[in-house]
């Protein structure tokens, strides 16, 4: 009977044996090879095997490869064998050179550190005997509290040389922070100090009554790269130092005013500074030149890095996916006195007493409702 299906297994079978008894009449005898017209029926127990005995060919395949030993166009197929492996010749720094220089521009690329490199932007170098100064974040007294800010500005006095740095630890703060954001250290040497990117902020609040954002911004400086534009700005960073950048720099302390700071994203070999930046409205076209307003702050931003750093000029990149323009922008000594001015004094008088006994942070209201 042909059951349910209406197919009879065993009759088909029956046909099957049948048809390739009478294919492979005359060519050989079932005694001359194994049962190989068989194929495999389901496995109902797997034993264990040496890896290139195992057949992982599909039914589909299995029936061809019987067709073509019925019809002896094929031996059977022997026991495979192991590829033998391609030599290949081992690398030199030379040719990881382009990709050594990507993964240094990723924070946790601790495999450099053992290269020669690059193992000094990550160590201490012990050849350099200079030692460098603490952090001005080491001024905090907890013990010293004054609801009277005069009282605690007498205490300052004792500290307002605490800022200056010799021309070696100078040098030497810059080597040590040449990664910049990446680098703890970069943090510490800058708090307390008005840097670059916080002088228009500086120059523009009052002495009397601070804003306690740029207060913090100088005093506490941290990770603030949060806002989206600013976030871009660093991911491609590094594009556009590729594009103009020859050579990289930490933070830069002038000892002439070290109450003062700046960071420019690198330094050219004609010895100027380089800032790239977003160009949201920082620029202007006079005619068919483009300059950098004069009333933003990264006009500001900028005059600081070339006074900070004793350059003839600064060039500001801006940088796109799609272009890129070189703004270069001179020294404006004009521009520059009042706001060193107001720096220093702000220093004296705000970033002292908010380092020493963290007057501003831990006091809701301003000092001028609270001397009255």
Same mark, same amino acid.
């Given at each position: ?99 050594? #220089? ?52 007498? $205490? ?26 990446? $680098? ?80 420019? #994203? ?15 409205? $920082? ?31 600064? #060039? ?48 809701? $209201? ?7």
């Amino acid at each position: 009977m042909a059951g349910v299906a209406e197919t009879c297994t065993h009759i088909g079978a029956l046909l099957f044996k049948v048809e390739a008894t009478v294919r492979i009449r005359g060519t050989k005898t079932v005694t001359d090879e194994p049962a190989y017209w068989i194929l495999p029926g389901n496995l109902k127990k797997i034993h264990a095997e040496v890896g290139h005995k195992i057949g992982y060919s599909t039914s589909a395949s299995q029936k061809k490869i019987l067709d073509q030993n019925i019809l002896a166009e094929v031996s059977t197929p022997a026991r495979r064998s192991r590829p033998q492996k391609r030599k290949i010749p081992p690398a030199n720094l030379e040719d990881l050179g382009p990709l050594l #220089d990507t993964l240094l521009e990723h924070a946790k690329a601790v495999g450099l550190s053992g290269m020669e490199k690059y193992y000094t932007l990550f160590t201490h170098t012990e050849e350099q005997s200079v030692k460098l100064p603490l952090s001005l974040a080491s001024l905090y007294h907890k013990n010293i509290h004054s609801h009277d800010l005069s009282t605690l500005l007498l $205490c300052c006095e004792k500290y307002k040389n605490a800022a200056i740095v010799t021309d070696e630890q100078a040098e030497a703060i810059e080597k040590h922070t040449r990664l910049q954001h990446k $680098c703890s250290a970069w943090y510490e040497c800058r708090a307390g100090r008005i840097t670059a990117s916080s002088m228009h902020a500086v120059f523009a609040t009052s002495l009397e009554s601070p804003a306690l954002t740029v207060v913090k911004q100088v005093c506490n400086p941290g990770n603030t790269m949060s806002t989206v534009q600013t976030k871009w700005g660093v991911n491609h960073e590094v594009d556009a130092q590729r594009a103009y950048i020859k050579l990289r720099c930490g933070f830069i302390i002038n000892t002439d005013f070290p109450e003062l700071g700046g960071s420019p #994203d690198g330094l050219t070999t004609c010895d100027c500074c380089v800032d790239a930046n977003d160009k949201n409205f $920082c620029l202007q076209l006079s005619g068919s030149e483009l300059h950098l307003k004069k009333h933003h702050p990264y006009y500001t931003r900028v005059q600081t890095e070339i006074f900070v750093t004793k350059s003839n000029h600064c #060039d500001l990149v801006v940088w796109t996916q799609k272009d890129m323009a070189v703004v270069r922008v001179f020294p404006d000594q004009e521009f520059w006195e009042p706001r060193l001015q107001k720096a220093q004094s702000f220093f004296k008088n705000i970033c002292l007493p908010e380092l020493v006994g963290r007057y501003f942070s831990e006091h809701t $209201c301003t000092p001028a409702s609270r001397e009255t």
